[in-house]
């Protein structure tokens, strides 16, 4: 961090709240912490670059620093911040690059009409093929997927990696010993597991009766996704034998046909459908078909959450990622990300034989304090080898509760707690802090200390400190 003790004038007279507004509210923490800065001279283009190594960036920065096109070296931003006193004055928008991120933006530049007009090509041949010929196709498709740097194969952790230069770069601009903000999750939980079943046919559905004894055995709960329309009949008894022992149900695209998003009037018909089955279902929680999405219309949708957008994508049909392992708000729309590969993709796609991969995911995004999420399909496992590894994801994930303080939550769970959390705060009690708000009894106070030029959490033993 070089230093510049003169003035710097903010680009745009963009006030230093706005600045500040992601990371407070990912941390929850007190804003008299953090002050931020936004440089003179910020270029209005919008470009690649990074904020510390492995961490590609897109948006706007300083003048002749970014690349308009992804490719590698990029210049590092993180050299290029100035402190002027206790402000920390920043080469590019902290907000703008995650939104970038989380919301995909950066895929404008890098995908064409061609990805548009091969999706519509397959999806009119789709009725034609059988699943063996989609695999083929697939493969194909996916062909040279790791050679892409970014986002970063098998789990991008991008958006947690500037949140945390940031924080570090506040500590040590402030002389700060540490920082309190409000635990990730609940009772102090190291990270969280949400498992899900996305049932596509008649054959998936009639198989999840005996799923649902499958994750029992394991004591794991899931939520099912159903789709509304046009795949299989939805009986109100099907649904409330799903509820009746403890799993979510939540609405699935409408009819899977992978066209929900192609256009926004036929979108807007649909969405209305949508809604409705989603009252009529009693869900909450949404996700659409081959987790293709567009979040700006997400605001249509009338649900508490959403569960479509993958960490990293090289290997689905939309390709991108959100590059973060937490969850976060697109509007008032709670996004559950996905952040393990999919049972299809592992077991179809890469030739998987093992739980190999997950485990080296669940091994990264815990790693980060994040959210172990999983799409398995009752359709996928309905065969004994695809089963039996299976069955060992979940034995493994059961081995896991016993010896780590992880918190194994349904979708709506999680949903609760993040809105409950977004509301609380600290202040200050004497010399220590307290969380306050609905819901404070089940938080955890933290602080992030740097050390060595690392930035480190410790939790407290209650919500006193």
Known sequence: ?????????????????????????????????????????????FGYFQFGPSTTCYGRSLIGSHRSQLSYPLCDMLPRVLVDGT????????????DNLRLERYTSVQFSGYENAMKGI???????????????????????????????????????SVYENLLLLSLQTKGADRLPFIWFWPDGARGSVMMTHDVETAVGRNFCAHLLDIDDSFGIKASFQIIPEGRYSVAPEFLNGL??????????????????????????RRVVRINRYGREFGAIGFRSAVLYRKPEWFKDLDFSFDMSFPNVAHLDPQRGGCCTVMPYFIGDILELPVTTSQDYTLFHVLNGQSIDLWR?????????????SFIVHPDYVIKSE???????????????RKSEALWFALPHEIDT?????????????????????????????????????????????????
């Open 1 to 45: 961090v070089r230093k510049e003790y003169q003035s710097s004038p903010m680009v745009n007279a963009e006030n230093e709240s706005a600045l500040t507004k992601g990371l407070c509210d990912r941390y929850r923490c007190p804003k008299e912490f953090l002050d931020f800065r936004l440089s003179r001279d910020i270029s209005a283009d």
């Open 87 to 98: 402000n920390v004055v920043l080469p590019f928008h902290p907000d703008e690059v995650i």
């Open 122 to 160: 397959y999806y009119w041949l789709r009725p034609f093929t059988n699943r063996s010929l989609r695999k083929h196709i697939q493969r194909f498709r996916a062909a040279n997927w790791q050679k892409k740097r970014f986002p970063q194969w098998p789990v991008d952790t991008t958006v947690e």
């Open 243 to 268: 509820r009746d022992r403890g799993f979510e149900v939540c609405v699935q695209d409408l009819n899977h046909d992978g066209r929900l998003f192609d256009e926004r009037e036929e979108f807007l």
């Open 360 to 372: 080296t995911q669940i091994r990264k995004i815990f790693a980060q304090n994040g959210l172990a």
């Open 386 to 400: 695809a089963q039996a590894i299976y069955k060992d994801l979940l034995a493994m994930l059961a081995d896991l």
């Open 417 to 465: 707690w993040w809105r409950a959390r977004s509301r609380m705060s600290i202040v200050k009690d004497g010399e220590s802090w307290q969380i306050v708000g609905e819901g404070a009894e089940r938080a955890v106070l933290a602080f992030a200390r740097a050390v060595d030029g690392r930035l480190i959490y410790e939790l407290t033993d209650s919500s006193q400190g």
